[in-house]
Structures are given as structure tokens and as C-alpha cells.
């Protein structure tokens, strides 16, 4: 187990024989989990390695916490920031693992911190993820930017350490977590391990940040207790992002007409047997292959044999089936490019790392940049320049209380033009072009605590253009199978009513069953100038007012870069005035209704 200190073969001996006496199936549940399981018992198991010798009694067990000494006097703040609760859960993991050694911890989102608060604490420790292009996640903004204000405090003599979480592929990868240090170093605090920036596949990275950072602390000031870790205590969770759920496709039916620009679909997965469970408002994982004709025009471009033997984390494979199967070749990063280019001498690309990223990745991949660069590489070194596969995410669509052992989702096949031909999304055409009905698709649930149906008989409004229908779509079958009495006003916009209306027969269902309270659409290219579902939020903004003034939940899923933005600047505007709201009263007022879970984004 990571952060043991066991240094020769008859100490792992008799931990080995300690933990079987404690249960025989503890160590092939340990051997079981993923790494993000692990997290907590990488951080008990640095505590226990300080503390080892003053714990044990004579018959070899844990002494009972805190017998013989008082909390430790170290004060700690872990705080996160985090959009899809992957940071929270870090952040929880890793109070536990302090906890467990007596540390005196508080947890807190960085929505809730007080900003003058900051100065109570001798370690600050922050996880952070990044949205976007470098943008905080919607419960850090108002942190984010007092932090860097003239307000903040003085924080001389304290500690910090920080964990990002982000994307490479964007340009500003990990920035909200450089940006936090960047501050807490400004206001006089002192970094006590190294910041460490993790990508899409973070588990393993994070684990080992936690090993080391406890490790850090107890230098500092010992641990004064362990908690032994119960059998009972460690979840066995079937499948999981490491271990997907071999699943069958059972439909696969398109969505939009055919003369429609969008070419949108709705899969139908069988989880029958898996085990695996979702709420409204998860997604699910989904490992695709990359396309073969794709690997093959790599290959070629690079003059390598297919079946080149290559080394790929410890194991062999041909090259071929490695850049089909677990390595990135359709999503660019920053660092690729730049190695490319100094290689090439390529003054394109290193342009295009420079000032261009954001719109050269939008429609260009692997192969495009290897035209640039036109360079000969080994099989080996391509292997070393990219990043291993990411699963792709996707909103579910649907209710496992309808759907028992089922799970729906909606996506648009992606492809764009360039000047060397047609990129395809990589996830989207392999579900919708290389796999058929009855194929199997490698998948797995991913959990995000911050998009939830509120209770039973609360209201909700949802906006959710285009496939950003799908988790309201979950809400609905959900609100339906529970009998809810809550309002429920859907917003949807698309291009156009007659090939790009969602659900329709389905939502018309729920409108005349009186489930769907209230439902506005907005199609964009049906008349001369354009309507989107902003708009129709604009045009509704008294009732929107009272039903928020109610109590109402209000959600948005889709676009990013700008419906989300667009959407909230109007929703502002309303608060603003139909409340009669000065700006900082509706930027305030907003804000309340995020700590309430009243405003809740799940936006890409």
C-alpha cells in the first residue's frame, strides 16, 4: 500500500500476517480498488509509518486514538474548488487522512470561506480544478477574485500546498490552482510541498501528492494518532473508471432529420449484471478506441512498421495497437506541440503554441501537427511524447428507476473540416460510426455531487439547449417515476423546430400529463434574426423572478464558452430588475443561491 514504510521481506511478512488476522480478504480488497479509493489509505498509511512503534502494544495492534496525547496544535484549512465534486472528494479524503492522525482540520468549499479567515490557519491547502479556458468553477469565483484583491490578508509565517486538477488539452491548463498559489504566495505564505498540476487520468498522481504531503506535515509536527483502518471500512466498488463494465449497445437511433447541420443521437446501453448505479445528473464514462484508418495514416506519415514492439507502462505492445487503444492521438496539448516544434525548427507551431492554440485545436489532431512538423520519430518516442487515452463524458439521459439496468445517452457526432481533410470527435464516431447495436462499449459511472434533483416538491428550471437536454431529460423520467409534486419549466433551444426538436413526442407527453409545468423553446434559424434560450429567459423574467422567489432550483447544462455565460448574465439582469437589486445585491443574491445548491451548471 503506498506511503508503507515495510524495508525488508520479514516486516512485510508480519504486516502481511497482521492484516490477514484482521480479515483474509483484506489484502485482495486493497489489491481490488482504484486508485481513487486508495486516497484515504495513502494518507493513513504515511501517518501510520511516523507512528508505528509508539502505537503498537505488545500483541502487535493499534492503540486506541488520542490515549495518550492531546490534538496535535497545528491548525490546518483544506479547501476546494470544484465543479463536478472530483476535487471535493480529494479534499474529504485527505481531512480524513489528517483526522485520522490527530490533526486539527477544517474543511471548507471555497464558497463558504470567509477571506479574512484565511489568517487563523498555519496550512492552507488547496484543490483546485479548472474550467474551461483557465476559469475557476462557478463556486470559486468570488473567492477567487477577493483572494487576489487589496482585502486579503497577510499571510506571513503560514504553509500552503496546492493540487490542480485540469485538462491539457485546453490552453490555461490547470490555471485556477497556479493562480491560488500565485496569491497565497503574494500575501507571504510559503509553499511546504510543490504545487502539482494532474491531468484528465489524475487518480495515481493525486495519490502519491497526498503521500508526500502528509509526509510533509508530520515533519513538521508529528502525528499524535492512527486510526486503524477496518476490513468493513474498505468499499469494493465493482467498476470503475480503471476497471469499466463491459456493456452491450442496445440502440442506437438518430435524432435529427437529415437535412438537419446536426447530426444528433440517442444510445441506449445495457447494464444488466454490472452492478453499477446512477442518480440524475451523473455521466457516464465511456472508453473509445481511436479510429483505425486514423492510426494507419499516422504510421505512414512517420514511416513505422505497425507492428514496431513498443514499451507502454511497463508492458509491451505493438505500436499500432497501442495508438488504437490507449493513447491520445485526436486531442492536442500544449506540450506536444511545443516538443514538435523543437524538433522541427517549426516556427507554425511554435505560433500556434504561442498565440493560436485554442482555434488551431479546435478542427486540427495528431496527424495535422505531424504534417507541420514533418519529422522522422522512432515508435518508442512517439510513445513518449503522448498522453495516454482519456474516457470521454457524457450526461445521462435517462433514469435508472425507469431504465432499470439501462442507461440513455444523447450526443452529437462531431467533425470538422480542415485544410488537410475531415477530423472526426473521437468518442462520437466510434459510438455512432464503428460500433452497431449488440457491440460492446467499455463504460462506467462518473458521480457528480454538485448537479442534483432537489427534493420531491421543490420547483426547478431547467435550460438546456441541445443535447444539453439530456440530464433533464434524467430529471424528468425521475420527478415521473417519484410522482413529485414540484413545478418543473424546461428551456430548449436547437437550429430548427421541424429536424432539431429533442424528445419532442416525449416532452409533448410530459407537458400534457402536467409533469412538464411550463416548457419554452427557442429555435435559432427559424426566423431573420436569431432566438436563443436566453431570450426566451429574458422574456419570461417576471415569472422567472416569482418562481425563484419561491424556492425554485434553477439549472443549465450545454455550451460553456457562451450559452452558460449568456444565460447567467440575463439571469442577473433579472434578478437585478425584477428583485429592484443594485448589481452587487444580484451578483450577491446569485451567489446565495449557489451555497443554497439553488444554481447548479453542468456546462462543458
Request: hydrophobic share 35%; glycine share 6%; charged share 25%.
Amino acid at each position: 500500500m503506498a506511503g508503507c514504510n515495510v524495508t525488508d521481506q520479514t516486516s512485510l511478512q508480519r504486516a502481511t500476517a497482521r492484516f490477514t488476522n484482521i480479515d483474509g480478504e483484506l489484502l485482495q480488497k486493497v489489491s481490488n480498488l482504484g486508485p481513487s479509493e486508495l486516497l484515504l489509505l495513502a494518507g493513513y498509511c504515511a501517518g501510520l509509518a511516523e507512528t508505528a512503534p509508539a502505537q503498537l502494544n505488545a500483541v502487535g495492534t493499534l492503540g486506541t486514538a488520542h490515549e495518550s496525547s492531546e490534538d496535535s496544535s497545528l491548525k490546518g484549512l483544506i479547501l476546494y474548488a470544484s465543479q463536478t465534486g472530483n476535487a471535493q472528494e480529494i479534499a474529504e479524503s485527505l481531512q480524513q487522512s489528517l483526522e485520522s492522525s490527530g490533526y486539527n482540520t477544517v474543511l471548507e468549499s471555497t464558497l463558504d470561506i470567509k477571506l479574512a479567515r484565511l489568517k487563523d490557519y498555519a496550512l492552507i491547502v488547496v484543490i483546485a480544478s479548472t474550467h474551461g479556458e483557465g476559469e475557476p468553477p462557478d463556486d470559486a469565483i468570488d473567492f477567487y477574485e477577493a483572494v487576489v484583491s487589496k482585502k486579503a490578508p497577510s499571510l506571513n509565517g503560514v504553509k500552503h500546498a496546492v493540487l490542480g486538477l485540469g485538462d491539457s488539452s485546453y490552453e490555461f491548463f490547470c490555471q485556477t490552482a497556479k493562480d491560488f498559489e500565485s496569491a497565497l504566495s503574494g500575501l507571504g505564505s510559503e509553499p511546504l510541498i510543490e504545487r502539482l498540476d494532474c491531468d484528465v487520468d489524475y487518480q495515481q498522481e493525486t495519490l502519491n501528492w497526498i503521500t508526500q504531503l502528509v509526509g510533509a506535515i508530520a515533519e513538521l509536527q508529528p502525528p499524535v494518532s492512527s486510526a486503524p483502518v477496518l476490513a468493513e471500512n474498505i468499499i469494493q466498488f465493482p467498476y470503475s473508471k480503471e476497471k469499466p463494465f463491459s456493456a452491450t449497445i442496445s440502440i442506437i437511433q438518430k435524432l435529427t432529420a437529415p437535412d438537419s447541420i446536426k447530426d444528433t443521437y440517442h444510445l441506449e446501453i445495457d447494464l444488466a449484471g454490472s452492478g453499477l448505479s446512477y442518480r440524475p445528473g451523473d455521466a457516464l464514462g465511456v472508453w473509445a478506441d481511436n479510429d483505425k484508418d486514423l492510426v494507419a495514416e499516422i504510421l505512414s506519415r512517420l514511416s513505422i512498421d505497425p507492428q514496431t514492439s513498443v514499451s507502454f507502462k511497463g508492458e509491451g505492445h505493438s505500436i499500432e495497437d497501442l495508438l488504437h487503444h490507449k493513447l491520445e492521438i485526436t486531442l492536442l496539448n500544449k506540450g506536444l506541440i511545443r516538443e514538435l516544434s523543437s524538433l522541427s525548427g517549426s516556427q507554425k507551431l511554435l505560433d500556434i503554441a504561442d498565440t493560436g492554440y485554442s482555434e488551431y485545436i479546435r478542427n486540427h489532431q495528431l496527424i495535422d501537427a505531424l504534417k507541420l512538423a514533418n519529422v522522422t520519430l522512432q515508435a518508442q518516442q512517439l510513445v513518449q511524447m503522448l498522453k495516454p487515452l482519456k474516457p470521454r463524458l457524457y450526461s445521462i439521459s435517462s433514469s435508472i428507476d425507469e431504465n432499470p439496468e439501462e442507461v440513455h445517452i444523447t450526443l452529437n457526432h462531431l467533425e470538422d473540416e480542415n485544410e488537410d481533410g475531415t477530423r472526426y470527435g473521437q468518442a462520437s464516431h466510434f459510438l455512432t460510426r464503428k460500433l452497431s447495436e449488440g457491440d460492446i462499449v467499455n463504460v462506467y459511472v462518473d458521480h457528480n455531487k454538485n448537479f442534483k434533483l432537489p427534493s420531491s416538491d421543490k420547483a426547478i428550471i431547467m435550460v438546456g439547449p441541445g443535447t444539453g437536454i439530456a440530464p433533464f431529460r434524467s430529471f424528468l423520467q425521475q420527478r415521473e417515476a417519484e410522482q413529485a409534486k414540484g413545478r418543473n419549466w424546461l428551456f430548449f433551444g436547437n437550429p430548427n423546430f421541424n429536424t432539431d426538436f429533442l424528445y419532442q413526442t416525449e416532452l409533448q407527453k410530459h407537458l400534457k400529463s402536467g409533469l412538464l409545468t411550463k416548457i419554452d423553446i427557442a429555435f435559432s434559424r427559424d426566423q431573420e434574426q436569431k432566438i436563443y434560450v436566453q431570450d426566451r429567459l429574458r422574456q419570461n423574467a417576471e415569472q422567472v423572478w416569482q418562481w425563484l422567489e419561491q424556492g425554485a432550483y434553477f439549472y443549465v447544462c450545454g455550451d460553456m464558452s457562451r450559452m452558460a455565460k449568456e444565460v447567467e448574465l440575463v439571469l442577473l439582469q433579472i434578478i437585478e430588475k425584477q428583485g429592484n437589486n443594485t448589481q452587487a445585491q444580484a451578483k450577491d443574491y446569485l451567489k446565495q443561491l449557489k451555497k443554497q445548491s439553488r444554481y447548479q451548471r453542468d456546462v462543458y
